[in-house]
């Protein structure tokens, strides 16, 4: 009985591990061989994805069944994490073989610097769609310039997400310590939106697609209650961090606003280890280009994935395996 206990508890865990996104990646690694885009013997891969309210996620699991659709040897699951910074960190880890990252986290990876302590051997698969800072904040906190935010609630999204990494950059761009002079609240979307409804926070930074179903939620229970900040003036301070910081434009129409606003924009990149079999990695490209209609219908933002821009990389370095989809599928060098 003793024994039989023990088994169930060992297959339970595994089970556990396996459902909460633990490691499930038993791709090979690069040999540096040919690249034929033929993946020879079953694969599972694991997609790090970002808050479940979020684009990464809504898109993450979307690619995943297209991947499974696809009836070839690779099969996915996406979790649910915290986004960008902890995506590469488990990446690197070997607990996910495909991570979800903005461009300039992924930047910090490969050049350790930032969040990173040490250049982190990650590559990509291709540039994906654009991510739009978000900037919301009560009518009621008298909050009307990031510079206002002095004093007030303020969530700064996951620990380790990219929101979180942009969040502060644009605290400190308007000249205030996110450490001391806001109450920083270190929430997921979901919490957060919460939080703004009940009131408890003054004020939220999201770095996500267009749109976010989370955020769509939050302009739909308390549309009166919140408005937009246009954060375009702290555009120069982040340029002098990252060129890849760059004025955009929110549509009214993708929260049926009052008008369109204007705000930070930065790309995504989907990521993985460089040392990835760059066959799967081929795999994986060209599933992304080929069911990107059936990815469009699972969160719009997927219209921003591109062949015109999928190799717009730099610094990150495109995985050979994606190098070999894109040429096949004659996207512009």
């Given at each position: 009985m003793r024994r039989i206990l023990i088994a169930a508890t060992v297959t339970g865990l595994a089970l556990a591990t396996t459902a909460c996104g633990g490691r499930q990646d038993t791709a090979a690694t690069d040999t540096g061989g040919e690249v034929t885009c033929e993946v020879g013997k079953d694969t599972r891969i694991g997609i790090a994805t970002g808050n479940?309210?979020?684009v990464y996620f809504a898109l993450g699991n979307a690619y995943a069944e297209q991947i499974n659709a696809a009836g070839g040897k690779v099969q996915a699951t996406a979790?649910?994490?915290g986004a960008s910074v902890q995506n590469i960190q488990q990446l690197v880890a070997g607990t996910y073989a495909v991570a979800f990252s903005l461009a300039d986290t992924a930047a910090d990876a490969v050049n350790g610097t930032g969040s990173f302590?040490?250049?982190q051997p990650v590559a990509a698969l291709s540039r994906i769609h654009t991510n739009y800072t978000q900037v919301i904040v009560r009518k009621g906190a008298g909050i009307k310039?990031?510079?206002g935010m002095k004093g007030k609630r303020v969530s700064t999204g996951s620990p380790k997400s990219g929101t979180e990494v942009i969040a502060n950059r644009v605290l400190k761009a308007a000249g205030l310590d996110p450490a001391t002079d806001i109450s920083a609240q270190k929430l997921d979307l979901t919490k957060t939106v919460d939080g703004m409804k009940?009131?408890?926070?003054?004020a939220l930074f999201w770095s996500g697609g267009l749109p976010t179903p989370g955020i769509t939620d939050l302009?739909?229970?308390a549309k009166d209650q919140v408005e937009f900040l246009d954060i375009t003036p702290l555009l120069p301070a982040m340029q002098k961090i990252n060129e890849v910081y760059q004025e955009g434009t929110i549509p009214a129409t993708a929260y049926q606003l009052p008008a369109d606003v204007k705000t930070i924009i930065v790309p995504n990149y989907l990521l993985v280890r460089d040392d990835l079999d760059p066959?799967?990695?081929c795999v994986l490209t060209k599933t992304l280009f080929d069911r990107k209609p059936q990815l469009e219908q699972a969160n719009a933002a997927a219209k921003g994935i591109s062949l015109d821009t999928a190799r717009k990389t730099a610094p990150v370095p495109l995985s050979r395996g994606a190098e070999k989809?894109?040429?096949s599928l004659n996207a512009p060098k």
């Open positions: 479940a309210t979020g979790a649910e994490t302590t040490s250049k310039d990031v510079a009940d009131g408890t926070i003054d302009l739909t229970s066959n799967v990695a989809a894109l040429d």
